[in-house]
Each structure stands twice: as structure tokens, then as C-alpha cells.
T-cell receptor
Framework: EPEVTQTPSHQVTQMGQEVILRCVPISNHLYFYWYRQILGQKVEFLVSFYNNEISEKSEIFDDQFSVERPDGSNFTLKIRSTKLEDSAMYFC??????????FGPGTRLTVL | GQQLNQSPQSMFIQEGEDVSMNCTSSSIFNTWLWYKQDPGEGPVLLIALYKAGELTSNGRLTAQFGITRKDSFLNISASIPSDVGIYFCAGPKPSGSARQLTFGSGTQLTVLP
């Protein structure tokens, strides 16, 4: 069964460094998303992406964040200058036309 | 923004028991999704509901879309140890392009042998 994959599974970085989290969505899906989950809390929406542009973003998704689909398969989330409070699990998700979003296993980001 | 309130926050049940959890909102939702999350993993979609009053099953799981469109219920019958995890309800914003999901705070389920 097709699934969303994410790399790396765990990323440790120093505060102020740039990180890029990578995702390969399900191949015939058209909509791509990033969510985050701070330890012990609920999953929060960051951004959605369709037709090579951002379609929606939340207040969390400020100028430090950017997304890109550099080729036909990858979807990336970049955090330009990480802060301690960026430590969280980051989930990529994808969907076809409907609202059924399928999530990847996540990348645990630890900012020291 | 809209919030989804889940109850109970946690449950401890004996293996073989049935369990019920619910999700309520002050806003109307047009779709309800139920996900399960195991520790350190991503949410896995269990059931999707699209119509008020709809009752949908997936194996031992049954979910209902409340007729007011402001609530949803998830039932698990004959629980087994692998049912342990956090169950989240989620729904898309009712307005706009409506693709961002709002998640509830989750129900932590523990199944005792």
C-alpha cells in the first residue's frame, strides 16, 4: 500500500541553524501538508501546498518557514533559523481531492 | 479558531471490553476524521465521515457523524492490546479551501490484559 515517507526520522540541530525536512508524498496525490506536534500536545496545521504554491498557512508558519517541491516527488519544509520552541515532531501529509489526509511517520526535530 | 474537544482524555479498559469516545465542537463540520497515533509515529487514518447521521464501520471500529454536525463518536468493540494508542478526531475548516485539519486533543487508550 502506498505511503508517505519522511527523512530523517530524527534531526538534532543547534539554535540558529537551518534545517530541511524531507517528505515523499503518495505519488498520485495532489495536495501536500506539513503539521507539527509538540511533545504531549495535539497535532497543529502549518501549511498546505497545491499546484506548486502555498494554498493555506497558519500563524505558526512565519517567515522562518518555507516549503518547496523541488522535483516531481519530494516536498520539503525548511526552517531558516531554528529556535528552541521549534522542537517538535513534524509530519508531512498528502491527499487527493478529498479531505482524507495520509500522514508520514514524522521527523523528530530537537533544537539545542 | 474552532476547537475540537475530546472526551475522555484517557481511558483504562480491560481487554475484550468495548470503548466509546467522543468529539464535540462549537462549529459545524462537514467532515469528521478519526486517526490513531502510536508512540513516536504519525497519525493513521481510521475512518472518514461525510454526512450528518452517517454510521461507518472499519472492522471493530464504528464511528458516527452527529446529526447536529457538531459532534462525532468512535466506538471500539472487543478491545485488544494493539488498540493502545491515542485517538484523535479531526476536521477541516468549514470555510475557504478547507483543507487544513483541526485536531482534537486526543483520547489516550490503555488496554489492560
Amino acid at each position: 500500500e502506498p505511503e508517505v515517507t519522511q527523512t530523517p526520522s530524527h534531526q538534532v540541530t543547534q539554535m540558529g541553524q537551518e534545517v530541511i525536512l524531507r517528505c515523499v508524498p503518495i505519488s498520485n496525490h495532489l495536495y501536500f501538508y506539513w503539521y507539527r506536534q509538540i511533545l504531549g500536545q495535539k497535532v497543529e496545521f502549518l501549511v498546505s501546498f497545491y499546484n506548486n504554491e502555498i494554498s493555506e498557512k497558519s500563524e505558526i508558519f512565519d517567515d522562518q518557514f518555507s516549503v518547496e517541491r523541488p522535483d516531481g516527488s519530494n516536498f520539503t519544509l525548511k526552517i531558516r533559523s531554528t529556535k528552541l520552541e521549534d522542537s517538535a515532531m513534524y509530519f508531512c501529509a498528502s491527499s487527493q481531492e478529498g479531505n482524507e489526509q495520509f500522514f508520514g511517520p514524522g521527523t523528530r526535530l530537537t533544537v539545542l | 479558531g474552532q476547537q475540537l474537544n475530546q472526551s475522555p482524555q484517557s481511558m483504562f479498559i480491560q481487554e475484550g471490553e468495548d470503548v466509546s469516545m467522543n468529539c464535540t465542537s462549537s462549529s459545524i463540520f462537514n467532515t469528521w476524521l478519526w486517526y490513531k497515533q502510536d508512540p513516536g509515529e504519525g497519525p493513521v487514518l481510521l475512518i472518514a465521515l461525510y454526512k450528518a447521521g452517517e454510521l461507518t464501520s472499519n472492522g471493530r471500529l464504528t464511528a458516527q457523524f452527529g446529526i447536529t454536525r457538531k459532534d462525532s463518536f468512535l466506538n471500539i468493540s472487543a478491545s485488544i492490546p494493539s488498540d493502545v494508542g491515542i485517538y484523535f478526531c479531526a476536521g477541516p475548516k468549514p470555510s475557504g479551501s478547507a483543507r487544513q485539519l483541526t485536531f482534537g486533543s486526543g483520547t489516550q487508550l490503555t488496554v489492560l490484559p
